[in-house]
């Protein structure tokens, strides 16, 4: 296949590339660098089946050539970057997944986008499987990501409905690894960052709030066997091993040996207004429509994620 991938110098887009290469596939990789960096794609200079291309996907996306699926990853992420960047958030899960997904249909392609578990909001019901709607405040600071996603997710299936386009809809968990960014401002890198460089470890309120860590190559997976699947409907992709942040925090220090305190601080700013409270996913859809679930214990993640850290502060 030839594939785009929007957003492909991106933590997540960078990996994709990775894994559509080594099957064989061709890819385009397409980006504006507003949260992507060419350093992740580095290592796939001169190979002769990917292709960078600067492009902000809010603008129309031309290319020449079939294309066979199209992957549609750019957007703001974390809530530092969303928030500093609220319209181009909402441009991008707009008018970005409208040229994404016409490209798609112009091209004959296959369309998958990537969705996230913040479509619920902070949930009233854990885990969250598919079918629960929501708790979403759309007038939230967050709601700018949120929102965004969820009319995303609208438009992919209302072109699958009304034009009989072929589209996959992924729901992504909480997920971490090499190729984050060190100020990403997401839990991950926070606390890593914190920890290796001997600062305290920072924990809002009690640190009871809950996350689902996975590691990024289980989620590559799951995306891979997604596309190639038949399911047309959202499909959760996280590991549903939920633990606090707390005992998130206290497994970095032990991982990085650290000798750094973990201190209770209380909300500052609109980084963690309506923030989720608990977050697992309900991955039974992944497990009977693409016999698929995480492999990757924690340490065995956070492990190779600490040293890719380590290398870039000292």
């Known amino acids: 296949m030839r594939v785009l991938i929007t957003g492909g110098a991106g933590f997540l887009g960078s990996h994709l590339s990775d894994r559509f290469l080594a099957e064989g596939h061709t890819v385009v990789a397409m980006d504006n660098l507003i949260t992507g960096n060419t350093a992740n794609i580095a290592h796939l200079r001169g190979n002769e089946r990917f292709t960078f291309v600067k492009h902000n996907v809010i603008n129309y996306i031309y290319l020449e050539g079939p294309i066979d699926a ?17 319209i181009h958030t909402l441009k991008v899960g707009s008018l970005g997944t409208l040229n994404a997904i016409g490209l798609a249909k112009a091209k004959g392609a296959r369309f998958l986008l990537a969705s996230t578990s913040e479509v619920y909001g902070d949930p009233q019901v854990n885990p969250q499987p598919e079918s629960y709607w929501g708790h979403v405040n759309p007038i939230g600071p ?52 914190q920890a290796l460089t001997g600062q305290p470890l920072t924990v809002y309120g009690d640190g009871s709030q809950t996350r689902s860590f996975q590691y990024y190559s289980d989620l590559v997976e799951g995306i891979y ?15 549903p091993y939920e633990m606090t942040i707390l005992e998130f925090a206290e497994a970095v ?13 209380e909300p500052e700013d609109d980084r963690t207004t309506d923030d989720p409270k608990v977050r697992r996913p309900d991955i039974t859809k992944a497990r009977e429509k693409l016999g698929w679930e995480p492999k990757v214990a924690l340490p065995d993640g956070l492990a190779p994620t600490i040293d890719y850290f380590r290398d870039r502060i000292i």
């Not at 199209?70 to 609220?86: C, G, K, T």
């Not at 699958?160 to 968990?173: A, N």
């Not at 066997?225 to 590991?239: A, W």
């Not at 000798?259 to 209770?264: D, G, L």
């Open 253 to 265: 220090l032990e991982l990085t040996r650290s000798s750094s305190k973990i201190v209770h601080i």
């Open 142 to 193: 967050r709601g700018v990501y949120d929102e965004a996603k969820r009319f995303a997710e609208a438009m992919t299936m209302a072109y699958q409905r009304y034009h009989g386009l072929d589209t996959r809809i992924v729901r992504i968990f909480n997920t971490y690894g090499p190729r984050m960014r060190l100020n990403d401002g997401r839990v991950v890198p926070n606390f890593i960052h």
């Open 70 to 86: 199209v992957l549609h990853f750019a957007s703001p992420a974390s809530p530092n970057d969303y928030l500093e960047h609220p």
């Open 225 to 239: 066997r997604l596309l190639h699947s038949d399911e047309k409907e959202p499909v959760n992709i996280g590991n």
